[in-house]
């Protein structure tokens, strides 16, 4: 650590900042400009955080991008601020003021003063790419004749490999409310896509599902506007009148609790969707009596 000259104390003209995301970055380049050598200390692999990853903020809907980038190229360039990406604080001993700190960096695996940023390590990278094997024996897919028929139909219906897979599994949730092992086998076999893959993308989104459903999807909005107005006491109420927590099917199959981000009508929040039934501008009490319309 540099002690500055002018100063008499034992204070020591360096500053450790932990987190490199906008208010970290903002921060280490006041200090900076200030004069003091900086430390930054990102435990991610790159400084930028959580706002990297946005596109607009809420609630102005200001380019995150806009906000971020001129603060990250400043960040980067400044000969003032040390940045100690991917590294983690071990300890901290002294007092405020004058304190030793040791940092962890993780090994990368790249050597950075030989890096260009071409992105080639990713595509090349053997944790990612999984490499396909075709399984010795699968053993034929037993299905009773209606699902057999059923499903046939189904996968008749588009045309093409891989490219046709989602609008099938969408077609099997409208047909059965949910995605039965045996008929994604089936697909599998007839369009010759491997099982591993159609399961990655029925558990990526969110609209399918590998555990039978209820008749009635009830959905609460937990997006940012519905959620300042009242939505977590919506999905609480549910919780207690169903008897289910969030993601649960109740007994009787009739109804399953999800909660999603924004469904895009912020304008009626607090939000909900039955079905293809949306309703907004709702109290717990008010969403708890529309309930009752699905009971029976
Ligand atoms: S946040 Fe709920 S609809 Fe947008």
């Not at 208010?23 to 692999?45: F, H, I, R, T």
């Not at 995150?64 to 980038?69: H, K, R």
């Not at 609790?257 to 008010?286: N, Q």
Request: glycine fraction near 8%.
């Amino acid at each position: 650590m540099i002690k500055k000259a002018s100063d008499k104390s034992d204070k020591v003209g360096a500053v450790l900042v932990v987190g490199a995301g906008v208010g970290g970055m903002q921060a280490s380049l006041d200090l900076a400009e200030s004069g003091y050598k900086v430390y930054l200390v990102e435990k991610g692999p790159s400084i930028g955080g959580v706002m990297a990853q946005l596109d607009k903020t809420f609630p102005t809907n200001d380019c995150a991008m806009c906000t971020l980038a001129p603060r990250m190229v400043d960040c980067g360039g400044h000969l003032n601020i040390e940045k100690l990406t991917y590294s983690e604080i071990e300890s901290i001993e002294g007092r405020a003021g004058n304190f030793k700190v040791s940092i962890r960096k993780k090994a990368r695996s790249v050597d950075p003063d030989k890096c260009t940023g071409c992105g080639e390590c990713v595509t090349q990278c053997l944790v990612k790419n999984i490499v396909y094997l075709e399984p010795p024996d699968v053993p034929k897919v037993e299905l009773e004749a209606d699902e057999q028929t059923k499903i046939d139909e189904i996968i008749s219906r588009y045309e093409g490999g891989r490219e046709s897979l989602v609008p099938i599994l969408q077609a099997i949730t409208n047909e059965f409310n949910w995605l039965p092992q045996k008929l994604l086998m089936r697909v599998s076999e007839v369009k010759e896509i491997p099982i591993e893959h159609i399961l990655r993308i029925a558990t990526f989104y969110k609209a399918f599902s590998l555990e039978p459903r209820g008749e009635h999807i009830v959905t609460v909005c937990m997006g940012t506007a519905c959620h300042v107005k009242g939505a977590p006491r919506i999905l609480e109420r549910f919780e207690r009148e169903l008897g289910v927590k969030t993601g649960q099917t109740t007994s009787d199959m009739k109804f399953t609790l999800e909660a999603v981000r924004c469904i895009g009508c912020c304008g009626l929040s607090p939000v909900i969707t039955i079905g293809e039934d949306l309703y907004g501008k709702l109290t717990p009490a008010e969403a708890a009596k529309i309930l009752d319309k699905y009971r029976d």
